[in-house]
């Protein structure tokens, strides 16, 4: 079966730089979330799409933004990057925004900022 | 607002034993509970979810959680651990309105031979 498809799987930046991470959404799924997970904490909420809308805003920095495109597949843009925004980035989608849906994660994105 | 708590930074169990792993709600209203577990560099796996029904909810690779409204618990178990089973455990609860998913602090499972 079909899973959250991330790219790239590594990334490294330098400080100030930019970067850019994709994710795919299993297909039919309309819903989109990101995460951020630094090392040995859990998975903090930055932000949602549901059918391109943004649906929620959690702790995502105003460096950071992100959109969902028509075909659902959805990006995180992050720029002027600080060594604290080293960490994995996680997107995970499901369908319908659904409470009683499960969520499916990718495989995440580990950014590194030197 | 909802959270949920996982009061065990670190589990260890022997092989063969059972295991659970503890994790508490706060949530206004019916919740929506899930595990999920991380293996090293790695996504987190959908282990199991309750929403309503049975308390007991049997999910993959082996492991059940039980509900217990009056506890305000959702643990983790499995009759017979094995050394496959290090990994980082999360449990989650779903935000109703805006579909988060809100995970606790982790708890790191050790199995040993």
């Known amino acids: 079966a079909a899973g959250v498809i991330q790219s790239p799987r590594h990334l490294i930046k330098e400080k100030r730089e930019t970067a850019t991470l994709k994710c795919y959404p299993i297909p039919r799924h309309d819903t989109v979330y990101w995460y951020q997970q630094g090392p040995g904490q859990d998975p903090q909420f930055l932000i949602s799409f549901y059918e391109k809308m943004q649906s929620d805003k959690g702790s995502i920095p105003d460096r950071f933004s992100a959109q969902q495109f028509s075909d659902y597949h959805s990006e995180l843009n992050m720029s002027s990057l600080e060594l604290g925004d080293s960490a994995l980035y996680f997107c995970?989608?499901?369908?319908?925004?659904?409470?009683?849906?499960?969520?499916?994660f990718g495989q995440g994105t580990r950014l590194t900022v030197v | 607002a909802q959270s949920v708590a996982q009061p065990e930074d670190q589990v260890n169990v022997a092989e063969g034993n059972p295991l659970t792993v503890k994790c508490t709600y706060s949530?206004?209203?019916?919740?929506?509970l899930f595990w999920y577990v991380q293996y090293p560099n790695r996504g987190l796996q959908f282990l199991l979810k309750?929403?309503?029904?049975?308390?007991l909810v049997k999910g993959s690779y082996g492991f059940e959680a039980e509900f217990n409204k009056s506890q305000t618990s959702f643990h983790l178990k499995k009759p017979s651990a094995l050394v496959s089973d290090s990994a980082l455990y999360f449990c989650a609860v779903r935000d109703v309105l805006r579909g988060k998913l809100i995970f606790g602090t982790g708890t790191r499972l050790q199995v040993f031979p």
């Open positions: 309750y929403i309503t029904g049975d308390n």
């Open positions: 949530v206004s209203g019916n919740p929506y």
């Open positions: 995970a989608s499901s369908l319908e925004l659904g409470r009683d849906t499960e969520a499916f």
